[in-house]
């Protein structure tokens, strides 16, 4: 019998260590145009900024997978099921972060539990505080991570259960082509044999509406990505002045993704005592925060059959900007 009412959510922290931290800083300012991880961004200020940014009136992916989730919800939990995903089933949601998105997840599957992977220990464990209030008879787990890094998810009875996948909000994006597949791949690795994986992806628009959903008006985007620099000043000591850095977003056609960055605004020097050397900035210099990629509804099929994963169903809004893909893993033959 399913518990009406459960004790709060456990807390497993794998937070990456701060010599990962060091690491990651230090490969990234030595690239060319420097470039540090996506994960940097969210720390427990960062986190919050983002929740911001879903808000703003620019920012429509979040509004628009919201209502194709509380829509389709019904039709994708049957999917799943009639794809053999026979109950119990545990949903494993990628980068959770407030977990806004999976209640209707989780009222069509009644599943067996829920895991939430992020990179912010404070955040995934309150957001799965509340949620557990909204579903009391769903065992829940939060767990703080950098998934790209994990080997394998921990032993825990929670995941014993046969897995579907939760990647919204269009993350994926963030990769490169070839760091797509490999990150599709390395899901279906942690998710296990027979896994199911439900992902949400923006699509190409109008390009002055993508670099508008990216740098708002109210400034929430700028005031995250500079929230970096003020992380690793905390973190690692370093003596970033973020006024000193502007923030841009603009679309690469060639690339097919939009570009965040900081700039330079003067010649200056950081320290970051960890590091060997202090950093050198030129005027007009970039320091790259997050790159998000938009792909059309064929590319990200392409994308998922590299990495050996085979289109179930797709659902869209009525404009086709923003797509819910969901996807088997393994062999036609083994279908």
């Not at 030595?30 to 808000?55: K, N, T, V």
């Not at 939430?116 to 829940?140: K, N």
């Not at 014993?160 to 797509?180: D, I, K, M, T, V």
Request: net charge negative; hydrophobic share 40%.
């Amino acid at each position: 019998m399913s518990p009406t009412l459960l004790t709060r959510p456990e807390l497993i922290d794998l937070h990456p260590s701060p010599g990962d931290l060091c690491a990651a800083v230090e490969q990234g300012l030595a690239r060319q145009p420097r470039q540090l991880p996506p994960w940097l961004l969210y720390d427990e200020e960062g986190s919050r900024l983002f929740e911001a940014i879903c808000q703003q009136p620019e920012y429509h992916l979040t509004r628009l997978e919201k209502d194709l989730l509380q829509r389709h919800g019904r039709h994708i939990g049957h999917c799943c099921t009639g794809r053999g995903a026979a109950k119990p089933v545990t949903v494993v949601e990628f980068g959770a972060g407030g977990a806004h998105k999976v209640t209707p997840l989780l009222r069509a599957l009644q599943p067996a539990a829920y895991v939430a992977l992020d990179i912010s220990a404070t955040h995934v464990h309150t957001a799965c505080i509340g949620l557990q209030m909204l579903h009391p008879q769903v065992p829940m787990v939060a767990i703080c991570c950098d998934y790209e890094q994990l080997p394998a998810l921990p032993d825990h009875p929670l995941l014993a259960h046969q897995r579907l996948g939760f990647f919204p909000g269009s993350s994926l994006g963030n990769c490169s082509r070839a760091g797509a597949v490999v990150l599709l791949r390395h899901m279906a690795t942690l998710l296990g044999p027979g896994s199911l994986l439900l992902i949400g992806m923006d699509q190409p628009q109008g390009v002055a509406a993508m670099e508008a959903a990216y740098d708002d008006a109210a400034g929430v985007s700028a005031r995250f990505a500079r929230n970096l620099l003020v992380r690793l000043n905390h973190d690692l000591g370093a003596n970033f002045q973020p006024r000193h850095f502007a923030y841009q977003a603009h679309w690469d056609a060639r690339a097919q993704r939009i570009e965040m960055a900081l700039v330079s605004q003067r010649e200056q020097v950081v320290s970051i005592p960890p590091l060997a050397a202090a950093v050198h900035w030129a005027t007009g210099e970039t320091l790259i925060t997050e790159h998000s990629h938009k792909w059309g509804p064929e590319e990200v099929q392409a994308l998922a059959q590299e990495a050996g994963w085979h289109g179930v169903g797709r659902w869209c809004d009525s404009q086709d900007r923003f797509s819910l893909h969901l996807m088997e893993h393994g062999s036609l033959s083994q279908r």
